[in-house]
């Protein structure tokens, strides 16, 4: 398997149910994003992990809870959503330039298309 | 005032047309640009990736960046069907160190006429 990995594809939840996305890259990346993207509207950042320390949390509701046990692997833990939180949701996996700051480009995954009934 | 504008479209031309798409950003940081493409129930991948301003070539793709007026583009010759889908113009400031998520346009449609 090469490049970003997301499972699973779709997920259909209950607003009380509890889930996990799960995202693997296979590319040696040392960053991994959250993104969701929403009909009509901008891909919005969730969470940045930084060599697995969370550097940002766009005011995400903690209904969503990342997690980043290692440098290749980045879990998305969702509890008690809403029916607003239907989305595409899409890991991303980029290399940090050393000394400049910033990143070099980001790899998406092919996301999971979450609907919550 | 949002951080990036791109026209959403959809944007309709014929096979072998030279296709134009821009975004328009409001923050001078950004120093980071670049396309992606986005086909149906996929996830965005990759195009062109530039640092500043200036231009870049790569194929049939030229991506354009113009600091100044904090406006970019992307120009796709000989377009051919398989070119149809949605473009996503993304950018992103130095933190000095640490990853920066990136901030992206709304994407435009693009559908390309056999």
Redesign the interface.
Same mark, same amino acid.
Do not use: H
């Given at each position: 398997e090469t490049g970003?990995t997301?499972t699973p594809r779709h997920l259909v939840m209950g607003m009380t149910n509890k889930k996990s996305l799960k995202c693997e890259q296979h590319l040696g990346h040392n960053?991994m994003?959250w *993104?969701k993207q929403s009909a #009509? #509207? %901008?891909?919005e950042?969730m969470f940045? *992990?930084?060599f697995k320390e969370q550097?940002?949390n766009?005011s995400v509701p903690s209904r969503f809870s990342p997690e980043c046990p290692n440098s290749s692997h980045l879990f998305l833990h969702l509890h008690t959503l809403q029916p607003e939180d239907s989305a595409l949701y899409?890991c991303?996996s980029?290399h940090?330039l050393a000394g400049?700051? &910033?990143?070099d480009?980001? *790899?998406?995954? %092919? &996301?999971t298309?979450l609907t919550v009934l | 005032q949002k951080e990036?504008e791109?026209d959403?479209g959809p944007l309709s031309v014929p096979e072998g047309a030279i296709v134009s798409l821009n975004c328009t950003y409001s923050n001078s940081a950004f120093? +980071?640009f670049?396309w +992606?493409r986005q086909y149906s129930?996929? $996830?965005?991948?990759?195009l062109m +990736?530039t640092y500043s301003s200036g231009n870049k070539e790569d194929g049939r793709f030229t991506a354009q960046v113009d600091k100044s007026s904090k406006y970019i583009s992307l120009f796709i010759r000989d377009s051919q069907p398989s070119d149809s889908a949605t473009y996503?113009c993304?950018m992103?400031?130095? =933190? $000095?160190?640490?990853?920066?998520?990136? =901030?992206? $346009?709304?994407?435009t449609h693009l559908i390309i006429q056999p």
């Open positions: 970003v997301q960053a994003y *993104y #009509k #509207k %901008p891909l950042l940045v *992990y930084n550097t940002e766009n899409l991303a980029s940090l400049k700051g &910033g990143t480009t980001q *790899y998406f995954g %092919p &996301g298309r | 990036v791109q959403p120093q +980071y670049m +992606y129930r996929k $996830g965005p991948e990759l +990736y996503l993304a992103s400031a130095s =933190t $000095g160190g640490g990853a920066d998520g990136l =901030t992206f $346009g709304k994407g």
